[in-house]
């Protein structure tokens, strides 16, 4: 099944402790993205890839930190997560050029920073 | 200005009625228009694509585009209770600093259609 899995779904944390949620699609994807929503902010850009290593900033990128050393993983790193990164977040993936507009987002991940 | 602007509802309709969710935005360099839809406790769906202006139907659905007036809508024909969901509008640049740019969404508004 083409799909794009995040891990962990849930994690409570406390301020300042690293942590990283993982991304992976199957889809041979070149594009991938991360996201947070948050009530009234809607979907947030936080970081995209075009391909491998090559990452750019999105809309909220302070933070945050990713790397796209293989085609199919984007991880996403919160090296002192701080309460105002609690979010849901999702991460997306899409083909190259236009295909990045079709995108197929994984079932989020909802982070608590304490 | 904010880029994109949808009313977040929520909107609450009856079985069979006809829906109509719209977005405005100013940024007139926009090319591609998209609908998402996004269900409860789930990540969203690519719902409709459509590039630059005009309509583009898929049975319930018919999205339309006018860049004149910087406005798409979304139309839901003979609405079901499971088109209830939040449906999020998103629209990106061409050629934006050398590449296809970022992808954004309006905030998206809430559906209930009722039985």
């Known amino acids: 099944e083409a799909q794009v899995t995040q891990n962990p779904r849930y994690l409570i944390t406390v301020t300042g402790k690293k942590l990283t949620v993982t991304c992976s699609q199957n889809m041979n994807h070149e594009y991938m993205s991360w996201y947070r929503q948050d009530p009234g902010l809607g979907l947030r850009q936080i970081y995209y890839?075009?391909?491998?290593?090559?990452?750019d900033k999105g809309d909220v990128p302070e933070g945050y930190k990713v790397s796209r050393k293989e085609k199919r993983n984007f991880p996403l790193i919160l090296e002192s997560p701080s309460p105002n990164q609690t979010s849901l977040y999702f991460c997306?993936?899409?083909?190259?050029?236009?295909?990045?507009?079709?995108?197929?987002f994984g079932a989020g991940s909802r982070l608590t920073v304490l | 200005q904010k880029e994109v602007e949808q009313d977040p509802g929520p909107l609450s309709v009856p079985e069979g009625a006809i829906v109509s969710l719209n977005c405005t935005y100013s940024n007139s360099a926009f090319q591609y228009f998209m609908w998402y839809r996004q269900y409860s406790r789930k990540g969203p769906e690519l719902l409709m694509y459509t590039y630059s202006s005009g309509n583009k139907e898929d049975g319930r659905f018919t999205a339309q585009v006018d860049k004149s007036s910087k406005y798409i809508s979304l139309f839901i024909r003979d609405s079901q209770p499971s088109d209830s969901a939040t449906y999020l509008c998103?629209?990106?640049?061409?050629?934006?600093?050398?590449?296809?740019?970022?992808?954004?969404f309006g905030k998206g508004t809430k559906l209930s259609v009722k039985p």
């Open positions: 997306a993936s899409g083909r190259g050029g236009a295909g990045a507009n079709v995108l197929t």
């Open positions: 998103a629209m990106r640049v061409m050629n934006y600093g050398g590449s296809q740019g970022n992808l954004i």
């Open positions: 890839s075009m391909n491998v290593e090559v990452t």
